[in-house]
C-alpha cells in the first residue's frame, strides 16, 4: 500500500507545519543539475543516506533525463539505472518512494517493486499509462509541459499560460478519474521549465492559488532550475541554492503540498524557519 496517502494527511495535522518535502535521485549521466553524480552504488548511497538524516518524506528517482534538449534513453537503460536504486532506498529506510518515468513499462516494473508513488511528465498521455497506474492504485502526479524535451525551448507560445495549464491538468485529471484513478491519488505540477519561458514561469508561479483551490493536491519543482538562475543574474546552475530555497518558501505559503529539491536539508530548515516566523 502507498505511503504518500497517509503523509498527505498528516499535513492535516497541527504538528506538521511545512508541506512534504521530496528530495531528487537522478540515476542519469546528463540530469541538468547533478548528471553523472550518482551513478555508482556508493554515491548513490552517500545521497540517499544524507536525504533520510535530513528528514525526506519521499525520494524521487529518475533514470532519464526530461531537461531541454535531453535525448530520450532505451526502455533497458532507464530499467537498469532504477530498479537497483529503488532496491538501495529500500535496504536503507522505508521512505515513500516517487518513480520519475513517463513509460508505462517503468511504471509497471516499479510498482511490481513496491513504488508508492508515479511521478509522469507527460501526465499519463502515453498508451497504456492510465490504465497501470489504475491497476496498480498508487498516485500519480500529472505534469503540463508543452513539446519535447528536445524542442520544448523552442520558442513555446501561449494566450494565457496560467489558464492553459490548469485546462490541461484538469483534463488529464478527469481522463484519470474515469479511468477509475481515485481523486485523492492525482497530484498536479504546472510543469515550470517544461516548454515555457522566464515570464511563462513568473505569471504560473504568482497565479498558484488559482491551483491551489483545486481538490488535487499541487506539486511544485524548480529546484535549481533554468529560471532561477535567471532571477538570480543568470547564475550557473551549482550556485542556485538561495533562489531555489527562496521559491521553495514561497511556493509553501502559497499552499503547495510537496515540493521537489536538489537540497533537502537546506531546504527543510528554510521552511521550519519560515513557517514559524510567517
Given at each position: ?28 549521466p ?37 531537461r ?36 508505462p ?16 511528465v507527460?501526465a ?40 492553459e ?8 485529471a ?98 521550519k524557519v ?5
Open positions: 500500500m502507498s505511503k504518500l496517502p497517509g503523509l498527505l494527511k498528516s499535513l492535516e495535522s497541527k504538528d506538521r507545519a511545512i508541506p512534504l518535502v521530496m528530495g531528487i535521485l537522478n540515476v542519469t546528463d540530469s541538468f543539475s547533478d548528471g553523472g553524480h550518482f551513478n555508482s552504488k556508493e554515491s548513490m548511497l552517500s545521497q540517499i543516506e544524507s536525504m533520510l538524516e535530513a528528514g525526506v518524506d519521499i525520494i524521487d528517482i529518475g533514470g532519464e533525463s526530461t531541454p534538449g535531453a535525448n530520450p534513453v532505451s526502455l533497458n537503460d532507464e530499467l537498469d539505472r532504477v530498479l537497483p536504486a529503488i532496491e538501495l532506498v529500500q535496504s536503507c529506510s522505508d521512505v515513500a518512494i516517487s518513480i520519475d518515468t513517463y513509460k513499462e517503468v511504471m509497471q516494473a516499479t510498482i511490481a517493486k513496491g513504488v508508492d508513488m508515479i511521478n509522469d507527460n499519463l498521455q502515453a498508451t497504456n499509462a492510465v490504465e497501470v497506474v489504475s491497476r496498480a492504485g498508487i498516485p500519480v502526479c500529472l505534469m503540463h509541459k508543452k513539446g519535447d524535451p528536445l524542442n520544448m525551448q523552442q520558442a513555446p507560445v501561449y494566450n494565457d499560460v496560467t489558464q495549464v490548469l485546462e490541461f491538468l484538469l483534463q488529464r478527469s481522463v484519470c478519474e474515469q479511468a477509475g484513478i481515485l481523486p485523492e491519488h492525482i497530484l498536479l505540477d504546472p510543469g515550470f521549465g517544461f516548454g515555457k519561458t522566464l515570464e511563462h514561469n513568473i505569471d504560473l508561479f504568482k497565479n498558484l492559488s488559482n491551483f491551489i483551490d483545486l481538490k488535487f493536491p499541487l506539486l511544485v519543482g524548480v529546484s535549481r532550475k533554468r529560471m532561477i538562475g535567471a532571477l538570480m543574474g543568470d547564475v550557473d546552475v551549482n550556485d542556485r541554492l538561495c533562489g531555489s530555497v527562496a521559491a521553495a518558501i514561497v511556493a509553501a505559503n502559497k499552499g503547495a503540498k510537496i515540493i521537489r529539491v536538489h537540497d533537502v536539508e537546506e531546504t527543510i530548515q528554510a521552511l519560515a513557517s514559524i516566523l510567517y
